[in-house]
């Protein structure tokens, strides 16, 4: 029996009371702050914030549109993503790899982007349209300003995290279940019906029930088309209320917020009841089924399928490119008023435009260099870790990226309202706070393909340097970093991109001195500068195509599926 020498022992014991004390920090406190100012603002036992957010119309009217755009948004979402994912897996279509990276793009891309991207489209000032000559009179009301604009860019913006999941349940799928029912006679369409659609039915179920949480917790759709058809949903009426009564109404959006979590747990806990009535498990592994052939329809399926993605993707980019060309509200785009000043503008003229590039980009980067450091020594932790408390550990990491971020967002207001205990330090309305809560948010972006990472490393190696004399930190540092770094580094690329032009927590966190991309994106839009805020949105696009392809060159070093995007 071999005995763990004292001091590995203290480095292990060590390295476990930093990840825990650092999950506490950022996952577990706001969630108490958060709890207690509902049932015990000021320290003491109340339920005034509770009766008051239950007696207050505005809260009823907002949960049942929030309700509505979450289940509508999630069933078009689960319709389309689960449709295209039969397609692209099943068959053998032609050029795959392209298509999944241009269809999964919108979700790289911020809400609040692909709703401005999509108003340019329709709206009567839409430069598009007038080159088409098909432009509405100016003053014609959008029809994107509704529930079923809302509902139907919400089904876009997350019908490609559907494919993702639904993807990959397809990828598992038994090769000798569909040949035996082939054998048997069975045309696709019986194949499909009785065995690939019960036997995807988790991950379809799971797919859903995320597109609706993301859906109900979604701020940039809804604050863009929901707000000027005074068309409320919680997050948007939590964003009104803070910012017209300040820390005042804190204990009222706390209600809100809580409310907001509860659905969306709902919506977990939906999915996980209908998992459990049926036994979904696959008692063999084998190699995927072979992809269906479609002989002369493989050319109208993929017309169809790239007419999809100029429609989802290039439509409102080319909106959104346009607009951001033309010198003001209504003018048609032609040589003569075709111009670049909006980019000048936004780029070296305005201060805070400049400052929230600054902002965004510091933001992002540190994010990203935390979580990576960070990730390998929780991934470590979550890996290989055999205690009964890791997968408690492991759930209280995903807990702020699992709510809805509006939520984090006010737990973060409540726990730096006043300066930190001991230190003095006062991080309320600052830049610091917005970073606190990134921190806490991404951090699992990170470390999800860390520990992926980790389970494709053969354990031995390190071992070898256990026997060999090396400590716990020198044998993270020297054998198991550069393993697992490529995947680790992965996941700052996805925190990077996703951070840099967020806009739900940043929105309530704000301060003058403080803006970010999205802030300032949405200030623009909400003061009717649409064109300053086509060009800074063009711009993060731009960034985020760029960062995508540029990590395809270094994808053969990670592990499959770290990169969401990469077939």
Not at 98 to 113: D, G, K, N, R, S
Not at 514 to 535: P, R
């Amino acid at each position: 029996m071999s005995v763990v020498p004292k001091d590995r022992q203290g480095h292990l014991m060590a390295l476990t009371t930093a990840g825990v004390a650092l999950i506490v920090l950022l996952s577990v406190l706001p969630m108490l702050r958060l709890a207690q100012e509902i049932v015990a603002p000021g320290g003491q036992f109340s339920t005034a914030a509770i009766t008051a957010g239950l007696a207050s119309p505005a809260t009823w009217t907002a949960t049942w549109h929030s309700l509505v755009v979450g289940l509508g948004g999630a069933a078009l979402a689960v319709a389309i993503g689960t449709i295209v994912a039969l397609v692209v897996t099943l068959t053998d279509i032609r050029g795959r790899g392209a298509f999944v990276l241009l269809y999964v793009m919108p979700l790289m891309i911020a809400p609040q982007v692909t709703a401005l991207a999509w108003l340019q489209v329709f709206g009567p000032a839409s430069p598009l349209l007038k080159l088409l000559g098909m432009a509405p009179p100016i003053g014609t009301r959008n029809p994107l300003y509704s529930p079923e604009g809302i509902i139907l860019l919400l089904g876009l913006q997350y019908g490609p995290l559907v494919f993702l999941m639904v993807r990959a349940g397809l990828r598992k799928l038994p090769r000798e279940l569909v040949e035996a029912a082939r054998a048997g006679g069975a045309g696709w369409f019986t194949v499909l019906r009785t065995i690939v659609l019960p036997l995807m039915t988790p991950s379809i179920v799971a797919a859903a029930a995320l597109a609706f949480v993301s859906c109900v917790g979604n701020f940039g759709i809804p604050a863009f088309l929901g707000i000027p058809a005074n068309y409320l949903v919680l997050p948007t009426l939590i964003y009104q209320r803070l910012a017209g009564g300040g820390p005042a109404v804190l204990s009222d959006v706390a209600f809100l917020s809580v409310l907001i979590g509860a659905i969306a747990m709902a919506g977990i806990v939906a999915q996980d009841l209908i998992s459990r009535r049926r036994d979904y498990r696959i008692s063999t592994t084998s190699l995927p089924a072979e992809p269906y052939p479609l002989g002369r329809w493989r050319v109208p399926v993929q017309g169809l399928l790239w007419l999809f993605v100029v429609i989802v993707l290039a439509l409102p980019l080319t909106g959104l490119i346009l607009t951001s060309l033309v010198p003001g509200y209504g003018i048609p785009l032609g040589p003569d008023t075709a111009t670049l000043a909006n980019y000048q503008f936004v780029l070296f003229e305005h201060s805070g435009a400049r400052r929230a590039f600054f902002n965004s980009f510091t933001l992002s980067i540190a994010a990203a260099v935390f979580a990576v450091f960070v990730a390998v020594p929780l991934g470590y932790i979550v890996a290989w870790g055999k205690q009964w408390w890791v997968r408690a550990f492991n759930l209280a990491v995903e807990l702020p990226y699992a709510l809805p971020g509006v939520v984090l967002a006010i737990a973060a207001l409540l726990m730096f309202l006043r300066p930190i205990p001991l230190t003095g330090i006062h991080i309320y309305n600052t830049v610091w706070i917005i970073l606190y809560a990134y921190l806490a948010r991404f951090l699992v972006l990170a470390l999800r393909p860390t520990v992926s990472g980790f389970h494709q490393v053969d354990r031995a190696l390190e071992e070898a340097a256990q026997i060999a004399g090396a400590g716990l930190f020198r044998r993270l540092r020297t054998v198991i970093f550069p393993l697992v770094a490529p995947a680790a580094m992965a996941g700052g690329l996805l925190i990077f991109m996703t951070a840099l032009s967020e806009l739900t927590v940043s929105a309530l966190l704000w301060s003058s001195g403080s803006e970010t991309i999205g802030v300032v994106m949405f200030s623009f839009e909400q003061g009717g500068d649409s064109a300053y805020a086509a060009a800074m949105s063009a711009i993060t696009v731009a960034i985020t195509f760029t960062l995508m392809l540029g990590a395809n060159l270094f994808a053969h070093l990670l592990p499959n599926g770290v990169l969401p995007w990469r077939d």
